[in-house]
């Protein structure tokens, strides 16, 4: 809701002086000023305070709803910047973990809420303030610098020359998983090892060597006679 305008003040006619006594005006001159007071200065002072004080009440509603808006957008942004740093398995990790940072953990991905001076001693879970679940639709990602085991469920991005990056073997998958991956930098040669299992029927034998740029592939798992689809 937009501010009101605020009326103009409507200024009463000024009030007799001393002097209007001798000319035989002061009494009229009274009665003007204290009739425009009470039929038209005073109204009018009132629609001004009471326009100032109904702005005031929308300026504080929209300073609230504005609050509310930076909040949602500074806890968007963090479970964004969670996303983007995952550390792989929960099981994995061991000694200190900071802030931001994402794990999987009973095949869900947990966003970490709290610097953690040693992560093996906190579990995510519904129950731990450490953690929180993330939002469905929010796709997980990690960059990939060295040689690397992919993980169902994340988008690994390639930005370093050379690396491997091998996918999770046929029995440590659902049906219905998947992950990904995509070469941003050029020029740039990485390997990508399907780890035995077939894309759509076809044996992928050994690493595939990935120098496009901006490749990108999502794998996602259907059976061990039909690997990825």
């Known amino acids: 809701m937009a501010a009101t305008p605020v009326p103009s003040f409507t200024a009463p006619p000024d009030f007799p002086a001393l002097s209007?006594?001798?000319?035989?005006?002061?009494?009229?001159?009274?009665?003007?000023?204290?009739?425009?007071?009470?039929?038209?200065?005073?109204?009018?002072?009132?629609?001004?305070?009471?326009?100032?004080?109904?702005?005031?009440?929308?300026?504080?509603?929209?300073?609230?709803?504005?609050?509310?808006?930076?909040?949602s957008a500074a806890s968007a942004a963090e479970v964004a910047m969670g996303a983007t740093n995952f550390r792989g398995l929960w099981s994995?990790?061991?000694?200190?973990?900071?802030?931001p940072a994402t794990v999987k953990h009973n095949g869900r991905f947990w966003l970490l809420l709290t610097n953690l001076a040693d992560v093996a001693a906190s579990e995510p879970s519904g129950s731990n303030p450490d953690w929180t679940t993330l939002d469905a639709g929010v796709e997980v990602t990690a960059q990939v610098t060295t040689n690397t085991t992919a993980v169902p469920g994340v988008r690994y991005i390639l930005i370093s020359n050379g690396v491997t990056l091998t996918g999770p073997t046929a029995g440590s998958m659902a049906k219905g998983e998947w992950w990904a991956f995509t070469l941003t930098a050029d020029p740039l040669t990485c390997y990508v090892?399907?780890?035995?299992?077939?894309?759509?029927?076809?044996?992928?034998?050994?690493?595939?060597?990935?120098?496009?740029?901006?490749?990108?592939?999502?794998?996602?798992?259907?059976?061990?006679?039909?690997?990825?689809?």
């Open 20 to 71: 209007d006594r001798a000319a035989g005006t002061y009494n009229s001159k009274a009665f003007a000023w204290a009739t425009a007071w009470q039929g038209t200065t005073g109204p009018n002072v009132y629609a001004i305070a009471n326009t100032a004080y109904l702005n005031a009440q929308e300026a504080a509603a929209q300073a609230s709803t504005a609050v509310g808006a930076a909040n």
């Open 92 to 99: 994995s990790l061991t000694g200190a973990l900071a802030k």
């Open 193 to 229: 090892d399907f780890a035995g299992v077939p894309f759509r029927k076809q044996a992928t034998g050994a690493a595939r060597r990935i120098d496009t740029k901006v490749a990108s592939l999502r794998l996602q798992y259907e059976d061990a006679t039909q690997g990825y689809i």
